[in-house]
């Protein structure tokens, strides 16, 4: 089993700064994948367009690992799959990856 280096602060702020280029080209895959430092980055956003909230799926192509955060507000011009379309139908096919989780909080507190 690999072991993953990158943590999950620094897979929050690759998806910030991704955030930020918003809208953007979807098939964009600038910036350096915090674990493995390939530009293969990709992000796909899914939730109720109405809404503008659903979830955001944040991966590396090349090491196939990510981060899924729930629950999110969908930035408003950035593409987004509506969860009423069936995954076959999507135009981005998000890969089965790694999931990163937050950090475990020390046990002491
Ligand atoms: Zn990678």
Redesign the pocket.
């Known amino acids: 089993m690999r072991v993953l280096t990158a943590s999950w602060a620094a897979w929050v702020s690759a998806f910030e700064l991704r955030c930020k280029q918003l809208p953007g080209d979807p098939d964009d895959t600038s910036g350096a ?1 915090p ?4 530009e ?1 980055l990709r992000l796909s956003f899914s939730g109720l367009e109405r809404d503008r909230v659903g979830y955001a799926s944040f991966w ?1 192509d ?2 196939l ?1 990510g981060i899924h955060l729930s629950r999110c507000l969908v930035p408003e011009g950035a593409s987004m799959e509506s969860l009423h379309t069936p995954v076959e139908e999507r135009s981005v096919r998000v890969p089965d990856y790694t999931l990163l989780w937050p950090d475990e909080p020390p046990a002491d507190e």
């Not at 674990?35 to 390939?38: E, I, L, R, V, Y």
């Open positions: 994948c674990d493995c430092g390939a293969a590396c090349a090491c690992v």
